[in-house]
């Protein structure tokens, strides 16, 4: 069926490359839109208990956490006569808005919680208040607020931060990171391209696939976010993803239709060996990818699911780009396709030689091949002793909600949060709320629960309706200051106020301890560190079905790929055993702090929970790729002369410098994602790249050829080799002359 297209594609090419024309004018314009309807956050379970304490805030009490936050600086003091007046019209203006709520600030609130909003030098107070709307309301609601009471007012500053205005400052820079990624990704793969080839036309025919990719990807982001949620994280990753597989496609079935022009077959037939060969990899490689992709739709978090929905659709997009539009190209360029070769150019001028043609086959790596092959236990206890010390710090990892610090020093609300750290005991941040939806079993139990609660550990004071408790005592009755009734009908709510970081391990426990107090009716407890904890269990308890719904559909894929079940679980393991290398690593340096200057990072002591998934979902489709590609070639040259040694000696020298080539701009792509502003992309992209670049040097390079020889002839189990059955089953093209000769001793040992 893929040859009868490209066939297709080949006779009629102005015709497709026309409506593939027609496809991307439509596309962009939809997508020069897409940033505006994308969303922030996304981090969080709505089936969780603290999101439905939060929905039931929202709804019934307009209230929530406060998510914004203003610090009023003042050198003379917050107590000076000008600072009160500063922060009385800024509260004043807060009140002012009708979406804010829960208004609080130094200056207002009783002792002995006012200390808590004063820094320890005490020139510096603390606003804040709770900002209602979801997470594309409130960000935009936030950002228009805040605006006009910043600034400098004689001798007073005012800053903003605070979860909501953050959120807004990660919108504003993603657009901004996504424009450098790609000033940067584009000139450099086509220099890289270029080189690989040689010719500029060459060179110029995946680049120009990778930037309609981008194109389109944009209005493919913009269509689904019409109909569901899509996180504005996307519009970096999938574009870089978008790219990186457009280029990756088309260099194989580039690099092997030219390979067939040099064979001596005229254009027709190398573009339907071409497509017959490669391009079956291709869409064998775009299947995994997206299998491993569509896997994160069973997550409930919106940053994952939106990965789902438009990392599938950028796949088929890129693949569609790669087996339709590529042929088509091809057909219009025949021989010219080699033309503007560098090289020539570039010799001459340096009195060299004439370039030699274009080959595909790479004698390095059939020299590789050979020398895995002769001591396969000791280069394959090496790679492994490699991967397993990369990947212990993997034992260590931890991971959280992200804050502010992944916005970089010198962002507002990264530098509130700054402040608010090493400057207060305390934040209107850190406290926990208490929801009980319905206490008409025992209205008066209020008080007495209030008081189990004000003796958990950590907890400073609970403030309830019923008064403000101290260690189990009652010091105050009513909710002291707190602007919204925190009872009303049958439900209410409490403020379980402490000084623990959310998102440490302090705070999870004293989470745990809350929410273990007995209640007198059922109670859901929620803020930042109640969130923390909800969404990284929800996340947990989903990843052995995730595991499952990867691997199973793998191996099936991988076995009628290769009519092996040897191969396919070869795959399986040596894949997990990179990316517990790559993971091994991000941690070392985004969680520990190692190397965190190169990046410019700030580390937080764990790993944004979400992005080690999409992370693991991604690398292993891409993983997948390089083994695909590799296994066709080795399986062409076992078909051919059914020897296991010569046909991975001969398959790795056949593509181990496109596969190394291909990993190299991948990995272009995604570094350039890691100069984002945004410290958990920069985990992304790094990780990402680290993962590409080790698993096809160390795994396909090393492990495989090690894993190949020990096994031998039973890789291929339970199918068998037969020379004169090969063409029946699959194309093969002709034999071409060897450029790697393998050693009679390596068939002799």
């Not at 009519?563 to 396919?568: F, G, I, K, Y």
């Not at 068998?720 to 194309?731: G, K, N, Y």
Request: glycine share 8%; aromatic share 6%; charged share 15%.
């Amino acid at each position: 069926m893929l040859t009868r297209l490209a066939a297709t594609c080949a006779r009629h090419p102005k015709l497709v490359l026309f409506a593939a024309l027609l496809a991307l004018v439509v596309l962009g314009v939809l997508g020069a839109s897409a940033p505006g309807h994308l969303r922030g956050g996304g981090f969080a379970d709505p089936a969780a208990p603290s999101s439905r304490a939060n929905a039931l805030l929202e709804s019934k009490f307009q209230a929530g956490d406060q998510n914004l936050v203003f610090l009023v600086t003042a050198a003379e003091g917050v107590d000076s006569r000008q600072a009160r007046s500063v922060a009385d019209d800024t509260v004043a203006a807060l009140g002012r808005e009708a979406d804010v709520s829960q208004v609080v600030s130094y200056w207002s609130m009783p002792a002995p919680f006012s200390a808590q909003l004063r820094s320890t030098d005490g020139r510096i107070g603390v606003i804040a208040a709770h900002v209602a709307g979801d997470d594309a309301q409130a960000p935009e609601r936030a950002a228009a607020i805040a605006a006009p009471l910043t600034g400098r007012t004689g001798s007073v500053d005012v800053q903003a931060g605070g979860l909501a205005l953050g959120t807004h400052e990660v919108d504003e820079r993603i657009s901004h990171d996504l424009l450098i990624a790609e000033a940067v990704a584009i000139p450099i793969t086509a220099v890289a391209l270029t080189w690989v080839f040689g010719s500029v036309v060459a060179a110029a025919l995946p680049v120009l696939l990778g930037l309609a990719s981008i194109v389109s990807t944009l209005g493919v982001l913009r269509l689904i976010a019409d109909v569901t949620p899509v996180s504005v994280y996307a519009l970096n990753m999938t574009t870089a993803l978008g790219l990186a597989l457009a280029i990756d496609y088309s260099l194989f079935i580039v690099s092997r239709y030219r390979e067939e022009l040099a064979a001596g077959v005229d254009t027709t037939e190398a573009i339907v060996r071409a497509m017959g060969t490669a391009g079956r990899t291709a869409v064998v490689s775009a299947a995994a990818v997206t299998l491993s992709l569509a896997v994160l739709a069973i997550f409930p978090l919106y940053f994952l699911r939106s990965f789902a929905y438009a990392g599938v659709a950028v796949v088929v997009v890129s693949a569609a780009a790669a087996i339709l539009v590529m042929p088509a190209a091809l057909a219009l360029l025949g021989n010219r396709v080699g033309a503007w070769d560098l090289r020539v150019t570039v010799r001459r001028a340096l009195r060299r030689p004439p370039p030699r043609p274009f080959e595909s086959e790479s004698p390095f790596w059939g020299r590789v091949a050979e020398r895995v092959m002769r001591r396969p236990v000791l280069f394959g206890a090496a790679a492994l002793l490699v991967l397993l010390t990369l990947g212990a710090p993997v034992l260590s990892m931890r991971v959280g909600l992200p804050d502010e610090r992944t916005l970089p020093a010198t962002a507002s609300t990264r530098m509130v949060g700054d402040t608010v750290r090493a400057e207060f005991t305390g934040s209107p941040q850190t406290q926990l709320t208490v929801v009980a939806p319905d206490t008409t079993g025992s209205p008066d139990a209020l008080g007495s629960y209030a008081a189990a609660l004000s003796k958990v550990p950590g907890v400073t004071a609970v403030i309830s309706s019923a008064g403000i408790t101290l260690s189990g005592q009652s010091v105050s009755p009513g909710p002291a200051a707190k602007t919204t009734p925190m009872t009303r009908g049958d439900s209410s709510y409490l403020y379980v106020e402490n000084a623990v970081e959310p998102y440490s391990s302090q705070g999870q426990q004293l989470v745990r301890a809350v929410r273990a107090v007995p209640a007198p009716w059922p109670v859901q407890v929620t803020g930042l560190a109640a969130e923390n904890v909800d969404t990284t269990a929800s996340l947990v308890s989903r990843l052995p079905l995730a595991a499952v719904l990867i691997g199973v559909p793998m191996l099936v894929v991988l076995y009628f790929f290769t009519r092996s079940l040897v191969l396919p679980v070869k795959a399986l393991v040596l894949t997990l055993l990179s990316l517990t290398a790559t993971f091994g690593a991000m941690v070392w340096i985004f969680q520990d702090g190692h190397l965190a200057g190169l990046f410019g990072v700030t580390p937080t002591g764990y790993l944004s929970a979400a992005i080690p998934i999409l992370m693991f979902c991604l690398a292993f489709g891409a993983s997948m790729d390089y083994e695909v590609f590799l296994l066709s070639r080795i399986r062409e040259e076992w078909l051919v002369s059914g020897d296991n040694t010569r046909a991975v000696a001969r398959g790795l020298a056949r593509t181990g410098r496109i596969i190394t080539a291909a990993a190299v701009i991948m990995a272009i792509v995604f570094i350039a994602a890691a100069t984002s502003s945004i410290s958990f992309i920069d985990l992304f992209g790094a990780g990402m790249a680290l993962a590409v670049l080790m698993d096809a040097t160390v795994v396909r390079g090393v492990l495989v050829p090690a894993f190949m020889r020990l096994f031998g002839a039973a890789n291929w189990w339970p199918s068998r080799a037969t020379v004169a059955s090969a063409p029946a089953r699959e194309h093969v093209p002709g034999e071409h002359t060897p450029a790697v000769a393998i050693s009679p001793a390596l068939h002799a040992e």
